[in-house]
């Protein structure tokens, strides 16, 4: 059974920085990936990475702000955010995929964390 733990959430005034992990089991991922999803709002692809190429994938509103990593030997995901704003205010999860197209699409993803929370406050 694959389990996926976030951590790393909290509240940070704007312009502020946080950093997100993702203490994955040990599989054969293809794809590891975070998104968000605030009140009243669909889930949001946040950024992936492609666990055997290295290939990162940023929605637009992050690029530029936020990098995605990954520690092979911990097997761990990693979500550096920078110059963090309060529309980035939401619950972050992480997800992994076995396969799919890149980048991956919703229907794409097996299995998700219970999620972290981040507030951006003005």
């Known amino acids: 059974q694959v389990h996926l733990m976030e951590s790393g959430g909290g509240s940070v005034q704007a312009g502020g920085s946080l950093r997100l992990s993702c203490a994955a089991s040990?599989?054969?991922?293809?794809?590891m990936g975070w998104f968000r999803q605030a009140p009243m709002n669909d889930r949001e692809a946040v950024a992936a990475?492609?666990?055997?190429?290295?290939?990162?994938h940023y929605a637009d509103t992050v690029k530029g702000r936020f990098t995605i990593s990954r520690d092979n030997v911990q097997n761990t995901l990693y979500l550096q955010m920078n110059s963090l704003e309060p529309g980035d205010t939401a619950m972050y999860y992480c997800?992994?995929?076995?396969?799919?197209?890149?980048?991956?699409?919703?229907?794409?993803?097996?299995?998700w964390g219970q999620g972290t929370q981040v507030t951006v406050s003005s």
């Open positions: 997800a992994v995929a076995y396969g799919g197209k890149w980048p991956p699409g919703v229907g794409d993803w097996s299995y």
């Open positions: 040990r599989d054969r991922y293809m794809h």
């Open positions: 990475i492609h666990t055997g190429d290295g290939y990162t």
